[in-house]
Structures are given as structure tokens and as C-alpha cells.
């Protein structure tokens, strides 16, 4: 079964940037594509961004594109969004996600994390 677990939340005022992780386990990642989707108060959980472990792709949310970096790191099974001139509206629980179903506009990932939260105060 496959396991997901963030860190890197935390506030951080409007301009500032964060680091947000994802460490996974239970599966083939090599096959998989992974990616964030962030919630915030009131609002339905929407994409961020994903990738597809053997690099064939990467894909962002127009909303964050030039801003956020999503990338895979040198440990085995680690994921990675950088944050940049992160802005107030960026305040969200952001989730890790994966599937072996490969991207695509309409995905629906199986597989998440609890979930961080990240604040960003103007």
C-alpha cells in the first residue's frame, strides 16, 4: 500500500518562499505519477502541480507557473515543490498524491498524504 508523507509547511510572509517534501513508500514509483494538490478554507481541493517519476512530464496549475518548482530529489522515493514569491492566496493544506495512472487533465490520484499547511501573511 502505498504511503505519503509531507513536511515543510509553515508560515511565512507574502514574497518568502518554502520547501515542501513528500517521502513515499509502497510502491514502484518508477511507474508512477506524483504531484500536490492544495486546499484552502472554503475552497475545493485544486491541482498544483505532478510529474511523472520516470520524467517524462511535468505539469503546473497556470496559477502558480513561474512561482513553484515541483521536482524529484537524489533519495529514492522523494518528491519535492519549491515555493517562490509565495502570496496570500497560496495559504492552503497542500497534499501529496500519486497514482500509477499517468497525468492527465482530469486525474484523480488514489493515493495522499495528511496533508501541511502552509500561511502566507501579507
Known amino acids: 500500500q502505498v504511503q505519503l508523507a509531507e513536511s515543510g509547511g509553515g508560515l511565512v510572509q507574502a514574497g518568502g518562499s518554502l520547501r515542501l517534501s513528500c517521502a513515499a513508500s509502497?510502491?514502484?514509483?518508477?511507474?508512477?505519477?506524483m504531484g500536490w494538490f492544495r486546499q484552502a478554507p472554503g475552497k475545493e481541493r485544486e491541482f498544483v502541480a505532478a510529474?511523472?517519476?520516470?520524467?517524462?512530464?511535468?505539469y503546473y496549475a497556470d496559477s502558480v507557473k513561474g512561482r513553484f518548482t515541483i521536482s524529484r530529489g537524489n533519495a529514492k522515493n522523494t518528491m519535492y515543490l519549491q515555493m517562490n514569491n509565495l502570496k496570500p492566496e497560496d495559504t492552503a493544506v497542500y497534499y501529496c498524491?500519486?497514482?500509477?495512472?499517468?497525468?492527465?487533465?482530469?486525474?484523480?490520484?488514489?493515493?495522499w498524504g495528511q496533508g501541511t499547511q502552509v500561511t502566507v501573511s501579507s
Open positions: 510529474l511523472s517519476w520516470s520524467g517524462g512530464g511535468i
Open positions: 509502497g510502491g514502484a514509483f518508477s511507474s508512477y505519477a
Open positions: 498524491a500519486a497514482d500509477i495512472v499517468p497525468y492527465r487533465s482530469d486525474w484523480g490520484p488514489r493515493s
